[in-house]
């Protein structure tokens, strides 16, 4: 069975904090992807990153970086600096290429950042 | 950049009404999807479509259909509309099958009442 774990329900720091967001997968495939997505207030998903599970090279993009981890089966999202519009839902999806559409979400983590 | 549009943001309906939600992508994508989003939840597959014409339940298909006539347009129906499908409704299409980055519509917030 395929699952995506979030298991921090929501997050709050303070404005400049550091905050990392925890994503933990489950897959008997060994070709697959994961994702990670931002969903301001508007409401609308906003994709952030896509890994392949060959390439555990970890990945900066300004402020955000993530940390891919095939021995413990995670794929953890770490804000640096964090600022008041970093505050939202994010979510992290796997998906395999092994015959299904599919794509598999957790339930997401809600980042709170005050000011 | 891709472009995933829905017809409506906010909708409210009442009950056994037959509701039309409607879903537009302008990058000539293979695959698209409707989820439904609830509070604690997370997103879960309504139904995809990997072809014009072809559908695939997904996990919480019951009192759902879902038409795509073109390639762009993918309609989720409500055959008749129970307060019990109020939720968040996101449509999202990639460029083939699994493993590519799923792209999303700005939602559709349905109140049945």
């Known amino acids: 069975a395929q699952k995506v774990t979030q298991a921090q329900t929501e997050i709050s720091v303070v404005e400049k904090e550091d905050v990392t967001l925890d994503c933990v997968y489950e897959?008997?495939?060994?070709?697959?992807?994961l994702f990670w997505y931002k969903q301001p207030p508007s409401g609308e998903l906003v994709f952030l990153i896509r890994?392949?599970?060959?390439?555990?090279q970890n990945e900066i993009s300004g402020r955000y970086s993530w940390n891919f981890q095939k021995s413990t089966s995670s794929f953890n999202f770490t804000i640096t600096a964090s600022q008041v519009v970093d505050s939202a839902v994010y979510f992290c999806a796997l998906s395999t290429t092994s015959g299904t559409y599919k794509y598999i979400f957790g339930t997401g983590t809600r980042l709170k950042v005050l000011a | 950049d891709v472009k995933v549009t829905q017809s409506s943001r906010y909708l409210v309906k009442r009950t056994g009404e037959k509701v039309f939600l409607e879903c537009v992508q302008d990058m000539d994508h293979e695959n698209m999807f409707w989820y439904r989003q609830d509070p604690g939840l997370g997103l879960r597959l309504i139904y995809f479509s990997y072809d014009v014409k072809m559908k695939e339940k997904g996990d919480i298909p019951e009192g759902y259909s879902v038409s795509r006539e073109k390639k762009e347009r993918f309609s989720l129906i409500l055959e008749s509309a129970s307060t019990n499908q109020t939720s968040m409704y996101l449509c999202a299409s990639s460029l083939f099958r699994g493993g590519e980055t799923q792209y999303f519509g700005p939602g559709t917030r349905l109140l049945v009442l």
């Open positions: 890994r392949n599970s060959f390439d555990e």
């Open positions: 897959t008997r495939d060994t070709t697959y992807y």
